[in-house]
């Protein structure tokens, strides 16, 4: 077979191969992050062309065969896309030999590679969910350990009220809490069946759309075909932007991590495992692996920036730019997991310094608690505030001896069952196990 006829859209004619491999890129590589999707996107769609009586009985059964034996070979890592094969679409077609020809009534490579995407990015959505819950119950541990060991609180970088690492690490977990709700709201968006929109303008073949979005999970139908095909960029957008949020919230704690592990405030300390040295300094322990978390989450951050601007200024219909999403986007979530993956290894190994109040820097720590006492008797707020201020001067000011937090969320009362609880009702509801389970039933069938 001449390499131009393993192109689904060969008529026979010959490539150019300069303009081929540019054409191309890297989605012979990429393409194996999809190619499960792609077997079963098809499983499901020969199903359905089935029961509309556009295949015969007897011949899904032989595709389906050789579609779950390719599935088999994708699990098992022997799968690959051949050099002259242009996608993933294409090898699967081709390794079906005479059944592939059957597979692709109905449908085009533009709903193949969107049902491919979209059951891949929910696939994604679904483990950063279980990651995120697992990374924020370690957090929560975490405060609940120290729930009462007390530390300064900043702003502006300096000294300001009295926190503690109950209520640091509980801020941690609650923050990722709502990254995992995040992950939970957009699902439904990008948990929508494109399959059967064809080129964008659906399809003359009396297909059975309701019935592919059944058998592959989806929560509903990308009902006009011209909106399915809007989805390509929009989906993309969406994880970029999940990825940002939960980049925000780890890129704050891996900075914390640096500034409180350094000598000048030994909040915690790092084990030195966990860091490396200096070739000519002797002394230092270098945190490392927060750094280059930090470099990461940077880049995570940026990424909505560059999904918009291929996306943008683009006409309706399919257009090859989409092509370079996958570029941008599968390395990312790959850094993604393994960032997060990182962070729950890191994450035991801290060791808090629980007398950190002991030093006389911090003595001014507790002046808006010394305010909140004499409003408490009856003193005027200003004017608390101003002889709290005029012992400072003076050098007279001496500190509560008790401290009295006692509303929710406090350092006295931080409530952190009502975040745990929230955690685990986000991990148990995770939507992809229930789309999990469909997929089983489909290769099962």
Same mark, same amino acid.
């Given at each position: 077979?001449? !390499?131009?006829?393993?192109?689904?859209?060969?008529?026979?004619?010959?490539?150019?191969?300069?303009?081929?491999?540019?054409?191309?890129?890297?989605?012979?590589?990429?393409?194996?992050?999809?190619?499960?999707?792609?077997?079963?996107?098809?499983?499901?769609?020969?199903?359905?062309?089935? !029961?509309?009586?556009? @295949?015969?009985?007897?011949?899904?059964?032989? @595709?389906?065969?050789?579609?779950?034996?390719?599935?088999? /070979?994708?699990?098992?890592?022997?799968?690959? &896309?051949?050099?002259?094969?242009?996608?993933?679409?294409?090898?699967?077609?081709?390794?079906?030999? !005479?059944?592939?020809?059957?597979?692709?009534?109905? /449908?085009?490579?533009?709903?193949?590679?969107?049902?491919?995407?979209?059951?891949?990015?929910?696939?994604?959505?679904?483990?950063?969910?279980?990651?995120?819950?697992?990374?924020?119950?370690?957090?929560?541990?975490?405060?609940?350990?120290?729930?009462?060991?007390?530390?300064? %609180?900043?702003?502006?970088?300096?000294?300001?009220?009295?926190?503690?690492?109950?209520?640091?690490?509980?801020?941690?977990? $609650?923050?990722?809490?709502?990254?995992?709700?995040?992950?939970?709201?957009?699902?439904?968006?990008?948990?929508?069946?494109?399959? %059967?929109?064809?080129?964008?303008?659906?399809?003359?073949?009396?297909?059975?759309?309701?019935?592919?979005?059944?058998?592959? %999970?989806? $929560?509903?139908?990308?009902?006009?075909? @011209?909106?399915?095909?809007?989805? /390509?960029?929009?989906?993309?957008?969406? #994880?970029?932007? #999940?990825?940002?949020?939960?980049?925000?919230?780890?890129?704050?704690?891996?900075?914390?991590?640096?500034?409180?592990?350094?000598?000048?405030?030994?909040?915690?300390?790092?084990?030195?495992?966990?860091?490396? %040295?200096?070739?000519?300094?002797?002394?230092?322990?270098?945190?490392?692996?927060?750094?280059?978390?930090?470099?990461?989450?940077?880049?995570?951050?940026?990424?909505?920036?560059? &999904?918009?601007?291929?996306?943008?200024?683009?006409?309706?219909?399919?257009? /090859?730019?989409?092509?370079?999403?996958?570029?941008?986007?599968?390395?990312?979530?790959?850094?993604?997991?393994?960032?997060?993956? @990182?962070?729950?290894?890191?994450?035991?190994?801290?060791?808090?310094?629980?007398?950190?109040?002991?030093?006389?820097?911090?003595?001014?720590?507790?002046?808006?608690?010394?305010?909140? !006492?004499?409003?408490?008797?009856?003193?005027?707020?200003?004017?608390?505030?101003?002889?709290?201020?005029?012992? &400072?001067?003076?050098?007279?000011?001496?500190?509560?001896?008790?401290?009295?937090?006692?509303?929710?969320?406090?350092?006295?009362?931080?409530?952190?069952?009502?975040?745990?609880?929230?955690?685990?009702?986000?991990?148990?509801?995770?939507?992809?196990?229930?789309?999990?389970?469909?997929?089983?039933?489909?290769?099962?069938?």
């Amino acid at each position: 077979m001449k !390499e131009s006829e393993n192109k689904l859209w060969s008529k026979g004619l010959p490539v150019d191969k300069m303009i081929e491999q540019f054409t191309i890129g890297n989605d012979r590589t990429l393409d194996l992050e999809l190619a499960s999707y792609d077997v079963l996107g098809s499983l499901a769609h020969v199903s359905m062309l089935q !029961e509309q009586g556009l @295949i015969e009985q007897g011949e899904l059964s032989k @595709i389906k065969e050789g579609l779950k034996n390719i599935y088999q /070979r994708i699990n098992d890592g022997e799968f690959v &896309i051949e050099e002259g094969v242009e996608d993933v679409h294409s090898q699967v077609e081709l390794l079906l030999g !005479e059944w592939g020809q059957r597979i692709h009534s109905g /449908r085009s490579r533009n709903d193949q590679v969107l049902v491919d995407l979209k059951m891949y990015y929910r696939s994604k959505l679904g483990a950063f969910i279980d990651s995120i819950t697992a990374l924020a119950t370690k957090f929560i541990d975490i405060a609940d350990k120290y729930s009462n060991v007390l530390m300064p %609180g900043y702003t502006h970088t300096q000294v300001a009220m009295t926190s503690s690492f109950g209520m640091y690490f509980g801020a941690q977990a $609650e923050s990722l809490k709502e990254d995992a709700e995040y992950c939970t709201a957009i699902f439904p968006l990008i948990n929508k069946n494109p399959l %059967g929109s064809a080129a964008g303008y659906g399809s003359s073949f009396p297909l059975n759309r309701t019935r592919t979005t059944q058998l592959l %999970g989806f $929560e509903e139908l990308h009902v006009n075909p @011209i909106n399915a095909q809007y989805g /390509r960029g929009k989906a993309e957008l969406l #994880v970029a932007q #999940v990825m940002a949020t939960i980049s925000l919230s780890i890129n704050k704690f891996a900075n914390d991590m640096i500034l409180y592990s350094n000598e000048n405030y030994r909040f915690l300390s790092l084990p030195s495992t966990m860091t490396t %040295g200096s070739s000519i300094m002797p002394h230092k322990k270098n945190p490392d692996v927060y750094e280059l978390i930090r470099a990461y989450t940077n880049s995570l951050m940026n990424l909505p920036s560059q &999904i918009m601007s291929i996306i943008s200024n683009l006409t309706t219909g399919y257009h /090859r730019d989409f092509q370079l999403l996958k570029e941008y986007l599968f390395p990312a979530i790959n850094k993604m997991e393994e960032v997060l993956s @990182i962070m729950d290894y890191a994450l035991p190994k801290l060791k808090v310094n629980e007398d950190i109040l002991n030093d006389e820097k911090y003595d001014y720590l507790l002046t808006v608690d010394a305010v909140n !006492e004499m409003v408490k008797q009856g003193v005027p707020f200003r004017e608390a505030y101003r002889k709290i201020g005029e012992q &400072i001067e003076k050098g007279a000011f001496v500190k509560p001896e008790q401290l009295k937090h006692s509303h929710e969320g406090s350092i006295g009362n931080l409530q952190l069952d009502l975040i745990r609880s929230g955690i685990k009702k986000l991990e148990e509801n995770n939507p992809n196990r229930k789309i999990e389970d469909i997929l089983s039933r489909l290769l099962a069938d």
